[in-house]
């Protein structure tokens, strides 16, 4: 059985396609859905045609080959005014229905691609899931899923809030952090400060790529590695004093995703510190993978 799901986040549109031997197809695009969603309330229209004109072209390419495919929707869609008209339009242009995921459903599915995956062998550990709108923190086991919560806080959330300058001016910055710190604080109370952080997300991948130097992005390269505080913290410093057009020629970079890298980076450090933690497992996995095992029963 052949089964595609599409991720529609407020920064990035992934598509994978999996069989019951493994994948066919893991690729995503940035098309920033919930750009501006923060200051008006509602899906802009050029967001949306940009993120229909790309699962329009993924239809007419890998969807025809598929025995079903499984869409969905994250904080974008759950906070956007007007997300039924985007599903409506879906439905009404591509004959395909869109899923929105609640957060605890969002978690799940993410903790469901860590304990099913093969290469990782974690006993407990707490999964950080940094999205465009929102981030999903998980604690558990391979039993278990013990606790979970959404902070409303994501790299394209926080970079419109705080950064209005190229680059960022030092009190930008400094009211982003102190900002991240409370809003971590009081959404994290009760969670334990255990070992065995695993990130998911394109900042968390997109880091690793850079401290990799790769020249492009290889998933196999990437998914499983570790990724380092002070290797973080170093590169945080690099990027605060640089403009978007240095960013976007950084080996390992994806030049869509220069404009909310710094800010997602700051948003990983500051929850690497919260769990008292120097480094992190990255998994490229996530929802996607998690709502397709359970699917295959896997």
């Known amino acids: 059985m052949r089964i595609a799901a599409i991720d529609i986040g407020t920064n990035s549109v992934l598509l994978l396609i999996m069989e019951d031997d493994g994948v066919v197809c893991d690729i995503s695009e940035i098309t920033r859905l919930g750009e501006g969603l923060r200051e008006r309330g509602y899906i802009l229209p050029e967001p949306a045609r940009r993120t229909l004109e790309v699962i329009s072209r993924w239809h007419k390419m890998y969807l025809g080959a598929v025995d079903e495919t499984i869409i969905f929707g994250t904080h974008v869609l759950r906070e956007a005014e007007n997300a039924s008209h985007f599903v409506e339009s879906m439905k009404r242009s591509l004959d395909l229905e869109v899923r929105i995921l609640s957060p605890h459903e969002e978690a799940f599915y993410s903790y469901l691609s860590v304990i099913r995956d093969r290469e990782m062998d974690l006993q407990e550990f707490v999964l950080l899931d940094i999205g465009g709108g929102s981030t999903e923190v998980v604690e558990g086991n391979k039993d278990r899923l013990e606790a979970m919560t959404s902070l409303q806080v994501g790299c394209v959330t926080l970079r419109e809030l705080f950064i209005n300058h190229d ?7 400094l009211s982003l952090e102190s900002y991240l710190k409370r809003k971590i604080e009081e959404g994290l109370v009760g969670f334990e ?12 991948t997109t880091a690793c790529s850079v401290l990799l130097g790769l020249e492009r992005f290889d998933r196999r390269l ?9 290797d973080i913290e170093a590169l945080i410093g ?3 004093k640089l403009k978007l057009e240095r960013i976007r020629a950084m080996r390992g970079m994806d030049g869509k995703r220069a404009e909310v890298f710094l800010s997602g980076l700051i948003l990983l450090r500051e929850l690497l510190s919260f769990f008292s933690q120097r480094e992190a497992v990255v998994s490229t996995h996530g929802a996607r993978y998690g709502i397709i095992y359970e699917r295959l029963g896997r």
């Not at 400060?193 to 968390?204: I, P, Y």
């Not at 990437?222 to 002070?230: E, F, R």
Request: proline share 6%.
């Open 167 to 173: 680059p960022p001016e030092e009190e930008e910055v």
């Open 222 to 230: 990437v998914h499983g590695k570790k990724i380092v505080l002070s």
């Open 193 to 204: 400060r255990k070992s065995g952080l695993v990130c998911v997300g394109g900042t968390a």
């Open 238 to 240: 690099q990027l605060r």
